[in-house]
């Protein structure tokens, strides 16, 4: 089969360009960039709008094994395609861990019936207790394509140290989270006026700091390849970039809810706010842009975290945290490229090409022989979101109400369309 | 030519001394073949087996060199008495000191505890074992053995398999195989390397595959019990699926290859059960047997020099 994309604004996060062009689609894979369009080929007209590799969304949750009643891999796939999402990287912070390689084959499988890819990373310690490390060989035979402890940091730096030696010998990925877990016990927001405003426990954004320098440390000490989940705090930026100046193998992610949210979000408490690491400061928030534009911060994610109506229906502190993406990551985006912080190429690097590459996906491309996983949007576009609407089987996002701008009109997959929008 | 007063290591003895070692060694394993095996090489001397750590293995083989070259053997269970009872290391080694013994055999779960109890008492010590640091008649008994199944003792491939980081054995068998010029390649996973250990002049292979390449020696390691589930590696299977010696990996090494092991083995762990008992290119009984024979040579070695010394300090003492 073969398609021909025309009159279509290209999003090019390897070039970092934006432009007008076309792109011809065959058995799945691009097969060229500003060719005319070969006999037969089905003609889609963009009408002017962009087309971009599709979003790899790194750090997804999906509720199996045990939540499937907060997602599904069929849901998290439909609500993938709608949102421009054309590979998902899910956690293994599931009930149980996905820690054995057994688990993982079969969770693959039923993985596998989904619209849009889904790849796994595995527990980074059993049960993600960290006090033993998981079988990082198996577990990478079956398709493991990173290892992390989700949220929860490895507190013992002996054993921690020992996993990241034993996965620098298998060319491991190793994905932690900064944080040092005393101060940050507990805490829901950020320390500082409004935290003590609002009367909510709170942590110092040193915490984060801490806990990212600790695991430099043990990178220039085993030099394991690693990646940071989530750098929310300004504070964190020189040492991130000393460290990468270095030449250590290390890469770091921000959420788009640190991009486009801060603490004054808090103020109703609204429990759709709560996330872990908390909102931060609005100078943060700004710094994290600039450091994602400057390229230290190298992946952008929405870190989909489905949870159910009664989890979040209680006091902040209590109610469960995080937030459902993968459907308004691409919508949120566009505040952050319209407000002028960011253009579109730099967006896709960050959403798309970076991840595919630190995760050694053929994804995040638009040149010949790439995979052809793309979606088509309209940047413009704008609409008020509504929650329910949502095709995650949770609707907790925070962006409910809100006026956005950004709608997917199409999303393919190996070529093959796995979503169709209002034009 | 052995001038040593000691046998505390391999690293302060000459390759020359090794050979005499393994050459006297050799004419030991004729004797114990025999059904009479005894010698007067040690005829009243006294031999104190000091095992502060416990060994079954090594304290027979001990116990049985001595007493088939004549010498009063008396084994100390270290573990279970005075140092109970609180007295210290050196305290222990004056106490024994008393007692005049000829040779002490001593092995202690610290690096360095055999060199300082040496320091504190007259008679030569043999070091069985010390923490991390070296077991040196383990890495004698294993050159004997393939010197005896290779013809030579130099220009050979030999892959040392497993946990380095924790063994003693791997560390005499580095630096005496080193001495004796064989290129030497040390395989395991990162977290059981030690650090720095390229410096050593060794290669070293995180793949066994590469790392059993066309060896002519195929050196496997006991891997500990307390060193199995999750912090130095993940779990049992994993290990022997990447690390375990099983036939697939073997065919990668010269065809006539040893293989050999310090013992006690963990079968299905570090090596499948097959290839421990192949006639072919398992050589882990013979270990055992020149075991015995090196550490008669030793301790004869050791007991000549010993009365070389206290001849040397009477007639100096006449002449005064």
């Not at chain 1, 045990?66 to 069929?74: A, C, L, M, T, V």
């Not at chain 2, 010498?71 to 004056?94: C, F, H, P, R, Y």
């Not at chain 2, 290839?275 to 040579?297: F, K, L, T, W, Y």
């Amino acid at each position: 089969m073969i398609l021909h994309v025309q009159n279509a604004r290209l999003i090019d996060p390897e070039g970092l360009t934006d432009g007008i062009g076309s792109l011809t689609i065959r058995d799945g894979l691009i097969e060229a960039v500003g060719a005319a369009a070969p006999e037969g080929a089905e003609i889609i007209d963009a009408a002017g709008k962009c087309t971009a590799p599709g979003i790899v969304d790194w750090g997804v949750k999906i509720g199996e094994p045990g939540e499937r009643h907060k997602e599904s891999f069929r849901s998290a796939g439909l609500a993938a395609a709608a949102g421009g999402v054309t590979t998902i990287i899910a956690r293994p912070d599931t009930l149980p861990p996905l820690d054995d390689p057994e688990a993982l084959e079969f969770v693959a499988r039923r993985a596998a019936d989904a619209p849009v890819h889904i790849r796994h990373m595995a527990a980074l310690t059993k049960g993600r207790q960290g006090r033993e490390m998981v079988e990082m060989g198996f577990l990478q035979d079956a398709g493991a394509v990173a290892f992390s402890d989700g949220v929860r940091p490895v507190t013992d730096t002996r054993l921690l140290s020992r996993c990241m030696t034993y996965a620098r010998g298998l060319d491991a990925l190793i994905v932690g989270h900064p944080q040092d877990a005393g101060l940050s016990a507990g805490a829901v927001a950020t320390s500082g006026k409004f935290a003590s405003l609002y009367g909510l426990p709170a942590v110092s954004p040193m915490a984060e700091v801490m806990g990212l320098d600790r695991d430099l440390g043990l990178v220039r000490m085993t030099r394991a390849r690693w990646h940071a989940d989530q750098i929310t705090v300004a504070a964190s930026l020189p040492a991130l970039r000393r460290a990468k100046d270095e030449g250590l193998d290390i890469t770091a992610g921000t959420s788009i809810h640190h991009l486009t949210l801060n603490e004054f979000d808090l103020g109703d408490y609204r429990t759709f706010f709560r996330f872990t690491p908390p909102l931060r400061s609005e100078d943060d928030r700004v710094a994290m842009i600039e450091a994602v534009a400057e390229g230290v911060i190298d992946v952008i994610a929405s870190f989909h975290t489905p949870q159910d109506e009664e989890s979040k229906r209680l006091p902040f502190a209590e109610a469960a945290p995080g937030a459902v993406g993968l459907q308004t990551l691409l919508p949120a985006a566009m505040r952050l490229f319209h407000q002028g912080g960011l253009t579109l190429p730099q967006l896709w690097r960050a959403m798309s090409l970076n991840p595919a590459r630190r995760l050694g996906l053929d994804a995040g491309r638009l040149a010949p022989g790439a995979s052809a996983d793309l979606v088509l949007f309209d940047p413009e576009a704008p609409f008020v979101m509504d929650r329910f609407k949502l095709l995650s089987k949770s609707k907790n996002t925070p962006f409910d109400g809100a006026l956005m701008q950004g709608r997917v009109i199409g999303t393919w997959v190996r070529g093959k369309r796995v979503f169709a929008g209002e034009k | 030519m052995f001038r040593a007063r000691h046998l505390l290591g391999i690293e302060p003895l000459a390759p020359a001394e090794i050979t005499t070692v393994l050459d006297l060694a050799d004419s030991y394993v004729d004797l114990n073949r025999r059904t009479i095996k005894r010698s007067d090489a040690l005829e009243g001397m006294t031999q104190i087996n000091l095992f502060f750590e416990n060994s079954t293995r090594t304290q027979s083989s001990f116990e049985l060199a001595g007493k088939r070259l004549g010498a009063d053997v008396m084994n100390m269970a270290v573990a279970q008495s005075s140092v109970k009872k609180g007295e210290t290391l050196i305290d222990t080694a004056l106490t024994l000191n008393a007692m005049h013994p000829d040779l002490l055999v001593v092995r202690h779960n610290q690096s360095g505890a055999v060199n300082l109890l040496a320091e504190k008492v007259n008679c030569a010590v043999l070091n069985a074992g010390d923490g991390r640091h070296e077991h040196p008649t383990q890495a004698l008994l294993d050159a004997l053995t393939i010197r005896r199944a290779k013809g030579r003792l130099h220009r050979l491939t030999i892959a040392i398999c497993g946990d380095i980081a924790h063994s003693r054995v791997a560390r005499s068998n580095l630096i005496l195989l080193g001495k004796m010029e064989n290129r030497i390649r040390l395989v395991g996973p990162a977290t059981l390397m030690p650090a720095g250990v390229a410096e050593f002049g060794c290669e070293v292979h995180e793949d066994m595959r590469a790392g059993l390449q066309d060896a002519d020696v195929v050196m496997m390691l006991r891997l500990q019990r307390e060193r199995m589930d999750g912090g130095f590696i993940p779990s049992e299977r994993e290990y022997y699926h990447r690390w375990g010696l099983d036939a697939e990996k073997l065919a990668l090494a010269k065809p006539d290859a040893i293989v050999m092991h310090p013992g006690p083995m963990n079968r299905g762990v570090e090596i499948d059960g097959t290839i421990a008992d192949d006639i072919n290119h398992s050589v882990i009984r013979d270990q055992v047997e020149m075991g015995v024979a090196v550490r008669m040579a030793a301790m004869d070695l050791l007991a000549r020099n010993l009365r070389a010394e206290r001849g040397a300090q009477l007639s100096r003492a006449v002449e005064v």
